[in-house]
Structures are given as C-alpha cells and as structure tokens.
C-alpha cells in the first residue's frame, strides 16, 4: 500500500475501486488487508529462496537487491524490480529525488555493498556497523516504489546471515515506528547512532 507516503507525479496510480488505498495492480486487489496479506505470504516466499538455496554466500550487488524485489513482487506490481520513477515523501520528509536514484545506486554499491559484504569475518561489533549504515543509506534512496523497508530488512538479515548469525528480531522497530523513522533521518545527517542502537538491539546482543 502506499497510503503513508505521499507520491508526486503521473504515476501514483491507485487500484480502481480502492479508495485510494492500494497501488494499481496485476491481482485486481482493492482492499488493503488482503494485500497486505499477499505482500506477507510472498515475502515468506522470498525468505525461503534467498536464505535456503540461493543464499549469496558473497559480496552483494545492486542487481541482487532488484532481483529480490522483483522475484517477491513480479506477480503483483508491473514495476516490481525497476527503480522508481516517482518521488516519495513520508510527513515532511522527502527521499531521494527519483532522477537521483540511479547514481545513488552506484554509489550504494561501491561504497557500502562492496566495501561491507560479505560479512564472514566480521565481529558482533563491526556487523552492527555494517548492517547500521547498509540500512540507513538504502532507506534513505527509497529505491523502489513499495517495499524498501522489508527488503532492507532482508539485506540486513543476509548479512547478519553471513556473519553466522540468525535473522534479526525486529518486534522492537515495529512496536515504535516513530523511533525507527526518526533513526533513519538522523542517518541523513551522518548521525548513525540511533539506528546503531535498534541494530543493536535487533541482535540481541
């Protein structure tokens, strides 16, 4: 759904029949906890491939990331796998202008996908780093349309999964939303401290 962003441009089309409340799509869904339910069931999905057989035991890619996206949401979205074309804002705050996307891509790839993946020989702390600042810079480019928070949940857990370490507990990022979204603003500032903590606490360490 994308009732809590606020998208500008030709493209924020909304299911017909939906009240404004679910993106266009291939299922012809209209009601926004049946898709919410869809989104769930094949997130699950992707869970399951990515962490199982096709677990990247190696240093992650842009194109993994779009891979993902697509492979959890092809069968619902047309735009499931591409970079955005419309610009997102949530409250007053606005992400990565769309036409930036691409460039901010390639600089998220260079500097903190190749420099920080694979994790295997990372300690505790270091993968918190990792993880912290891989997180906040992908949030910040909102590269796809909907979905960002989940996948960089998934990139955060295949790190925290290379590191030989389970996948995160983040029932304390979903209980206060409001923290968790200020953490990634701080992040826009180079402050990673915040979001460093609920990493932190994701891990249970």
């Known amino acids: 759904m994308m009732d809590r962003y606020h998208?500008?441009?030709?493209?924020?089309?909304?299911?017909?029949?939906?009240?404004?409340?679910?993106?266009?799509?291939?299922?012809?869904?209209?009601?926004?906890?049946?898709?919410?339910?869809?989104?769930?069931?094949?997130?699950?999905?992707?869970?399951?491939?990515?962490?199982?057989?096709?677990?990247?035991?190696?240093?992650?890619?842009?194109?993994?990331?779009?891979?993902?996206?697509?492979?959890?949401?092809?069968?619902?979205?047309?735009w499931a796998g591409q970079e955005r074309s419309v610009n997102l804002s949530k409250g007053d705050f606005t992400f990565a202008a769309a036409a930036q996307i691409p460039t901010l891509l390639e600089q998220f790839e260079r500097n903190y996908l190749h420099r920080l993946t694979p994790c295997h020989e990372l300690d505790d702390q270091a993968l918190v780093d990792a993880i912290t600042t891989t997180h906040v810079e992908f949030i910040l480019i909102h590269p796809f349309r909907e979905g960002n928070g989940r996948l960089g949940r998934l990139l955060a857990d295949v790190m925290a999964a290379q590191a030989?370490?389970?996948?995160?507990?983040?029932?304390?990022?979903?209980?206060?939303?409001?923290?968790?979204?200020?953490?990634?603003?701080?992040?826009?500032?180079?402050?990673?401290?915040?979001?460093?903590?609920?990493?932190?606490?994701?891990?249970?360490?």
């Open 7 to 78: 998208v500008a441009g030709a493209e924020g089309r909304f299911e017909p029949g939906s009240d404004g409340q679910v993106l266009a799509n291939k299922q012809g869904i209209t009601d926004p906890s049946e898709m919410d339910t869809l989104e769930l069931e094949l997130l699950s999905e992707l869970y399951d491939l990515v962490m199982g057989n096709d677990f990247p035991d190696r240093c992650l890619q842009v194109s993994d990331l779009k891979t993902w996206h697509r492979r959890w949401l092809g069968n619902v979205y047309c």
């Open 164 to 205: 030989g370490r389970g996948v995160l507990d983040y029932s304390g990022w979903n209980t206060d939303r409001n923290a968790y979204f200020a953490a990634i603003q701080h992040g826009l500032n180079g402050d990673y401290g915040p979001m460093r903590a609920l990493v932190q606490g994701a891990l249970c360490l």
